[in-house]
């Protein structure tokens, strides 16, 4: 059973369409939760960071955090071309006291059409 | 906004060969990370490191590899015999200072083992 799930897409929208990503997971003990960007061959980038259920927002970004579903949401309003990207879910217990690092989607390839 | 280095950005290797991936994490930080990328994988987990030792390590972190930190202010994985399943990219990561779980990533060393 894998850990994290996630669509690989690839998801194609018109620019300024509202976006929505999604992850599902089946491990109870997660309770910590961020969504990254990564271009072709670069490193993840973080885009938001939250701490067990609820949302938070950030500029065009809101993340949904539900975990008596075990599913987590990432929108992204008036979409850009240069949001184009692979959008990574990513996961942690926080055993340890940040020991247990972070366990990932296999990641969404998203394409903003101008 | 805080930056993690890699040296080298790409290294092309020799299977057995023994190879050396370097990282400057963001300073003032005892937790650091190493994970790897197969070409169209997921991200995963390899090892943390806390305080100069091995906090926690997935499977992956079988006896071919180790970290170190030589100095100060570098961080490094090494791979003793490589093997061509070694190929990926290999990046490090640093909290960025509010929680150990929210991780900046560098921008990778993308390893090809021939």
């Known amino acids: 059973q894998k850990e994290v799930e996630q669509d690989p897409g690839p998801l194609s929208v018109p620019e300024g369409a509202i976006v929505s990503l999604n992850c599902t997971y089946s491990?109870?003990?997660?309770?910590?939760f961020m969504w990254y960007r990564q271009y072709s061959r670069k490193g993840p980038e973080l885009l938001m960071y939250?701490?067990?259920?609820g949302n938070k927002e950030d500029g065009r970004f809101t993340a949904q955090v539900d975990k008596s579903s075990k599913y987590i949401s990432l929108f992204i309003r008036d979409s850009q071309p240069s949001d184009s990207a692979t959008y990574l879910c990513?996961?942690?217990?926080?055993?340890?006291?940040?020991?247990?690092?972070?366990?990932f989607g296999k990641g969404t390839h998203l394409i903003i059409q101008p | 906004e805080p930056e993690v280095t890699q040296t080298p950005s790409h290294q092309v290797t020799q299977m057995g060969q023994e190879v050396i991936l370097r990282c400057v994490p963001i300073?003032?930080?005892?937790?650091f990370y190493w994970y790897r990328q197969i070409l169209g994988q997921k991200v995963e987990f390899l090892v943390s490191?806390?305080?100069?030792?091995?906090?926690?390590k997935s499977e992956i972190f079988d006896d071919q590899f180790s970290v170190e930190r030589p100095d100060g202010s570098n961080f490094t994985l090494k791979i003793r015999s490589t093997k061509l399943e070694d190929s990926a990219m290999y990046f490090c990561a640093s909290p960025t200072g509010r929680a150990y779980n929210e991780q900046f990533f560098g921008p990778g060393t993308r390893l090809t083992v021939l």
């Open positions: 939250t701490y067990s259920s």
């Open positions: 300073s003032n930080h005892l937790y």
């Open positions: 491990n109870s003990a997660f309770q910590y």
């Open positions: 990513a996961m942690s217990a926080g055993e340890g006291g940040g020991a247990d690092g972070l366990t």
């Open positions: 490191f806390y305080n100069n030792e091995i906090s926690e």
